[in-house]
T-cell receptor, first 116, second 113 residues
Framework: DTGVSQDPRHKITKRGQNVTFRCDPI?????LYWYRQTLGQGPEFLTY????????KSRLLSDRFSAERPKGSFSTLEIQRTEQGDSAMYLC??????????????FGEGSRLTVL | AQTVTQSQPEMSVQEAETVTLSCTYD???????LFWYKQPPSRQMILVIR??????QNATENRFSVNFQKAAKSFSLKISDSQLGDTAMYFC??????????FGTGTSLTVIP
């Protein structure tokens, strides 16, 4: 069990460019979550998947954000036409949906986005 | 909608002393989970302790324990014998099974040598 991994760890981009982040969850976890965190704030929910199905998406999320989990394993989060306000840490977490640790989130180290 | 409130943005404690972090939440649900997560500086978030709402007994994990008051919708974290490695941001979180997590804004805890 290697934990949740995210790539890249840091991304600097110019306003208007597209960026994509990847998350590899713990292999036996069916649930996968994306959160955004800005300095001094708690994680803000973006979306989550049960296997390959995207079950919920934050109403705060603009149409420039899209997430996929095509085979129920890894997930990607794409931000199109980035804006400076998108600068944040993007956190991925996975969770088992059965067993003793049901519901517990296991976080990756995050992908930090800086939009210039 | 569920909300989680942490009213203490910053706290400090002397090494080896005890500190309590506060958390309140608002929900109309009866069955849910509560968590405390720790985020050390520049490191990933990890679980400290969890509490199932249907359990009356307060959860404990070594030096960490909670005071869960369901009627008052309060979920405080007590850290005993504080250690330098406890310095971190602490987030209280609420989850209804099968639903998203809701996090508070966090409490920055500094353990002073």
């Amino acid at each position: 069990d290697t934990g949740v991994s995210q790539d890249p760890r840091h991304k600097i981009t110019k306003r208007g460019q597209n960026v994509t982040f990847r998350c590899d969850p713990i292999s036996e976890h069916n649930r996968l979550y994306w959160y955004r965190q800005t300095l001094g704030q708690g994680p803000e929910f973006l979306t989550y998947f049960q296997n390959e199905a995207q079950l919920e998406k934050s109403r705060l999320l603009s149409d420039r954000f899209s997430a996929e989990r095509p085979k129920g394993s890894f997930s990607t989060l794409e931000i199109q036409r980035t804006e400076q306000g998108d600068s944040a840490m993007y956190l991925c977490a996975s969770s088992p949906d059965r067993g003793k640790r049901t519901g517990e989130l296991f976080f990756g180290e995050g992908s930090r986005l800086t939009v210039l | 909608a569920q909300t989680v409130t942490q009213s203490q943005p910053e706290m400090s404690v002397q090494e080896a002393e005890t500190v309590t972090l506060s958390c309140t939440y608002d929900t109309s649900e009866n069955n849910y989970y509560l968590f405390w997560y720790k985020q050390p500086p520049s490191r990933q978030m990890i679980l400290v302790i969890r509490q199932e709402a249907y359990k009356q007994q307060n959860a404990t994990e070594n030096r960490f324990s909670v005071n869960f008051q369901k009627a008052a919708k309060s979920f405080s974290l007590k850290i005993s014998d504080s250690q330098l490695g406890d310095t971190a941001m602490y987030f209280c979180a609420f989850m209804k099974l099968g639903n998203q997590f809701y996090f508070g804004t966090g409490t920055s805890l500094t353990v002073i040598p």
